[in-house]
């Protein structure tokens, strides 16, 4: 028989010990526990972050305030400037007028009454926080480009003598690309981003 306190003979291997076994493999499994908890609770806690106004939704938000309170603060001015006649005088002569200063300020008005539309509408959906602004909001703006890019055309055609031509339209192609991507770019942040998501739905 052999003593356990003594030394291994040359050649003959020595077990290892249960217990040292077992308490490195508890350590193992602690440690991979362990590792999971941080990543659960930073989900947690970034979810309350993600249902407020900030990032870039605030940045579209505070815009579309600029653009709402603009045109009302023109209107305003205007007001003030020559009273309610001055103003009546005025909107005759845009939606009434034939001269060609007429029609071609009543081209280029027409997509901003359409912008301030789109403003106004994001403020209150965002305000009230509701579930189809996320779809409402990309729609209306890429209504606007729809419409802003057929008064381009127009104005172009009315101030061209034989109409417009494709060298024309070719100088309003960089713009109305720069349109389109911006509309594509407000409209895959409003599908896929967790946090206008995680807002109008909570």
Do not use: H
Request: glycine fraction near 10%; proline fraction near 6%; hydrophobic fraction near 45%.
């Amino acid at each position: 028989m052999t003593d356990p306190d003594s030394p291994a003979a040359p050649g003959q291997s020595v077990p290892a010990s249960g217990p040292r076994s077992k308490s490195r493999n508890t350590g193992r499994k602690n440690t991979k526990s362990s590792t999971k908890g941080p990543n659960e609770t930073s989900t947690g806690r970034n979810a309350p972050r993600q249902s407020k106004l900030g990032g870039v939704l605030a940045v579209i938000f505070w815009c579309a305030c600029g653009i709402t309170a603009l045109p009302i603060a023109g209107l305003f001015t205007l007001i003030m400037a020559n009273g309610f006649s001055g103003l009546i005088w005025a909107v005759k002569e845009i939606f009434a007028g034939v001269t060609l200063s007429a029609q071609v300020l009543r081209l280029g008005l027409i997509p901003q009454v359409f912008l301030f539309v789109w403003g106004l509408s994001t403020v209150v959906l965002t305000v009230a926080r509701l579930r189809q602004s996320l779809l409402a909001i990309p729609a209306l703006l890429g209504l606007w480009v729809v419409i802003s890019i057929l008064c381009q055309i127009g104005i172009r055609n009315l101030m061209s003598a034989n109409g417009a031509g494709i060298s024309d339209i070719a100088t309003l192609l960089p713009g109305i690309l720069m349109q389109i991507a911006a509309t594509a770019g407000l409209y895959g942040y409003f599908r896929e981003a967790e946090r206008p998501r995680l807002f109008y739905t909570r």
